[in-house]
């Protein structure tokens, strides 16, 4: 039993014989705190939420792993960037060194907010049905992590005119070669892929890959861990990004021609995540419905830098 749900218990249910049963399964020092003067037992709930949240979101996380977040404390920031492929100058012994001859430009993030609700009814509680809440709030943890990769697939593969067509075939090494190479002419070096769904089982269907990467070990296909590739590390983002789910002008995963599979991307100079409020949570109860939940939201923006630090993949 999750301390939320005995939290919740604790609270919500006024029978006297069930808070001192869910007080006596409290872990000692949870319930120390509970008995302490000062501290209620709704500023404990709220600490667990925050814990559910975190454990609700975990599963989901792809962007935060591929691109670069900065804590920022205005909705508004200008992220500036320079040139790629520059090289310093030649001087002289005892001269002056010069200033880096380069333009920088600068991308702006207007942060907006996003949220979901999970509810649950009173109905509910007095049944004691505790444990719907937790899981609840983690599926709108997992929705709002789910929603920053999103934003964060179509910003890049918006972002980027770079990119490989694979005219149908399966995502492989071949292909990952030819968008390192351009982006190595474009001045950058790629460090890092996201692959779709579909562009992950290409990969785990290669036996060439699989077998001699492994040396005959099983651990690709124990864990579906992608190994790194031309010094590429890899990383699975499974989301729905389009025209119609985003607002997006490419179409990310599938199999279809003119959609995207893949992005083998610099991370440093890829794009970025603007993070004025991350995942948060806060109880309500809406007593005209009779029901209580948490909302569970973060305030973010995510744009690319440089549209050439990244190639996408077409099918």
């Known amino acids: 039993m999750s301390e939320l749900r005995k939290l919740l218990a604790y609270e919500l249910d006024g029978s006297d014989s069930v808070q001192k049963e869910n007080l006596h399964s409290m872990t000692p020092q949870l319930r120390k705190l509970l008995q302490t003067e000062g501290i209620e037992s709704t500023t404990l709930i709220q600490t667990e939420f925050s814990k559910t949240v975190a454990e609700g979101s975990k599963p989901k996380i792809s962007a935060r792993q591929w691109l670069p977040i900065v804590r920022i404390k205005s909705n508004a920031f200008s992220w500036p960037y320079g040139s790629a492929g520059t090289y ?3 001087v002289g012994e005892g001269a002056s060194s010069p200033t880096a001859e380069q333009d920088y430009g600068k991308r702006d993030f207007t942060t907006y907010k996003i949220s979901q609700a999970a509810e649950i009814s009173e109905e509910l509680i007095e049944d004691g049905l505790y444990d719907i809440i937790s899981i609840e709030v983690k599926k709108a943890a997992a929705a709002c992590e789910n929603r920053l990769n999103r ?15 694979t005219t149908g075939s399966a995502y492989s090494t071949t292909f990952m070669a030819k968008a390192v190479k351009t982006m190595q002419e474009n001045g950058f070096e790629p460090d890092t892929q996201v692959l779709s769904a579909n562009a992950w089982a290409d990969l785990m269907a290669d036996s060439a890959i699989i077998y001699q990467a492994y040396a005959g ?17 890899s990383y699975i983002c499974n989301v729905t990004a389009s025209s119609t789910y985003g607002g997006f002008t490419g179409t990310w995963g599938g199999d279809t021609d003119g959609y995207y599979m893949a992005l083998v991307l610099d991370k440093a100079n890829a794009g970025g995540i603007a993070m004025r409020r991350d995942l948060t949570t806060k109880k309500f109860a809406d007593v005209r419905r009779d029901i209580q939940g948490a909302v569970v939201s973060m305030r973010y923006d995510v744009n690319y830098l440089h549209a050439n630090a990244t190639v996408r993949i077409e099918v």
């Open 217 to 233: 070990t099983n651990s690709a296909l124990k864990t579906g861990a992608v190994f790194p590739i031309f010094g590429l590390k």
């Open 151 to 165: 934003d964060a697939i179509g910003a890049l593969m918006d972002g980027t005119s770079s990119e490989v067509d």
């Open 88 to 90: 310093a100058t030649k």
